[in-house]
């Protein structure tokens, strides 16, 4: 069993002269099982805001502009509070920043049992749920890349498929709780099943391999996986200077505002068509299931042929599944749509930091995936509560969903137009 997360490196004898050995069975392993459910629980259950959709507006006959505001505004905050606990997990371990987030999150769902007026809403869907759910994805994701070397792409996709285990489980077994015991219970039951549950698995989290005396898995193969020092790319200032970088940001400020449209309303618009609310929820399940494949099939795709390809590949599926809504009254042709959406989110979820790669470089990678999934938060708060006043106005999502079906295209169509940047091209227009 490895030694608390702050215990120094054990050296193989008393001069350290020999590396630590990889026992027989990686801990590294359980670092993945371990996060997987974290992000299950964290991600997986705040994707499924639309369950909750019904009965709030039932009970507060609140606007759902208003009610998806609520979701827009805990986006934007959830971003803010994934890049500081990206930070503090770099810096004290992920174990402490998960705990203090896991508490907030809790708190969030469990104050929902007490809501009587908006504010309250807001504050507690919008800052305590919002600040608590940010902390679930830079610390475990970082943690895995530290733990793995190679294979730390599909370890990392195995992780990250947490959420789409979440969401393809989670829907229906909430709505039963919604039913048996109604929205408020559910909310405190989810509340106090978060707390037990991560508290009892983010003891085993651990920083680094090197501080538990153990290697990072495959170590040995680090020059054939990591790219050349020299290749470092673009700069930040330098990729700010080209056209592609806001191409790429507008690509997927379009992506977040059309998938989390979808995840906010689906389940209310299958409801207007007449389905029960289970039934209704059984289409996010589809969503969150075939997305997993979406981020198995793409990624794979993405290692074979330029990222651009799959890029396109995603948002065609998209634009496809869109489209195909518009004409979707049958409760099949929902679910198929599920299929479709699915794919194309799930795989265009695991490519943002593979474009950024593919035209910019390593040097400044990670604050240009930064930036990408900023954009994303942008258009993901913006776009639900949009779809909710257009909603509110016409009493149809008809023309909600045709505006996504419009960015998806624009989309697209930036997204042919993509062409690897040059260095040359940023030198002679400074001079």
Excluded at 191 to 220: A, D, K, N, W
Excluded at 318 to 343: D, E, K, R, T
Excluded at 354 to 373: H, K, Q, W
């Amino acid at each position: 069993m490895p030694r608390d997360e702050n215990s120094s490196p054990k050296s193989g004898n008393q001069s350290g002269t020999r590396q630590p050995e990889r026992p027989r069975f990686f801990y590294g392993y359980i670092i993945v099982a371990v996060s997987f459910i974290l992000m299950m629980f964290g991600w997986g259950i705040y994707y499924i805001y639309g369950v909750f959709f019904g009965p709030l507006e039932l009970e507060f006959h609140w606007t759902r502009a208003v009610t998806s505001g609520a979701f827009s505004l805990s986006v934007l905050i959830s971003g803010i509070s994934g890049i500081i606990s990206g930070r503090l997990s770099d810096r004290i371990g992920p174990r402490a920043v998960i705990m203090f987030c896991a508490v907030f999150l809790a708190l969030g769902y469990s104050l929902m049992f007490l809501v009587k007026d908006l504010w309250q809403f807001y504050l507690f869907y919008g800052l305590f749920i919002a600040t608590g759910v940010g902390g679930f994805w830079a610390p475990p994701v970082s943690t895995v890349a530290r733990w793995f070397i190679g294979r730390r792409g599909f370890m990392t996709g195995i992780v990250s498929g947490g959420i789409s285990f979440g969401t393809l489980v989670l829907p229906p077994a909430v709505t039963a709780l919604i039913a048996a015991y109604g929205w408020r219970a559910a909310y405190l039951i989810i509340g106090i099943t978060i707390l037990v549950i991560v508290m009892l698995l983010v003891r085993f989290l651990r920083h680094s391999p090197e501080r538990v005396g153990l290697m990072p898995y495959e170590s040995r193969q680090v020059s054939r996986i990591q790219p050349n020092p020299a290749d470092t790319g673009f700069s930040f200032k330098e990729a700010l200077r080209t056209s592609q970088f806001w191409m790429v940001a507008f690509i997927y400020l379009c992506f977040g505002a059309a998938q989390l449209t979808i995840m906010v309303h689906i389940v209310p618009h299958a409801v207007g068509l007449g389905y029960s609310p289970i039934s209704a929820a059984v289409v996010l399940s589809i969503i969150g299931g075939v997305s997993l494949l979406g981020r198995i099939v793409l990624g794979s795709l993405a290692d074979r042929l330029r990222v651009k390809i799959s890029t396109l590949v995603g948002l065609g599926v998209l634009a496809v599944s869109l489209i195909f809504l518009q004409f979707s009254q049958n409760l099949w042709q929902l679910y198929l749509f599920g299929v479709m959406f699915g794919f194309g989110y799930g795989g265009l979820s695991c490519l943002q930091s593979l474009i950024g790669a593919e035209l910019f470089g390593l040097g400044s990678l990670g604050v240009i995936t930064a930036v990408f999934s900023f954009c994303f938060d942008i258009g993901g708060a913006s776009g639900p509560v949009l779809a909710g006043y257009i909603y509110d106005l016409s009493h149809d999502y008809h023309w909600a969903f045709m505006l996504m079906i419009f960015l998806i295209l624009l989309a697209l169509i930036i997204g042919f137009n993509l062409k690897p940047p040059r260095k040359s091209q940023i030198n002679s227009s400074a001079s």
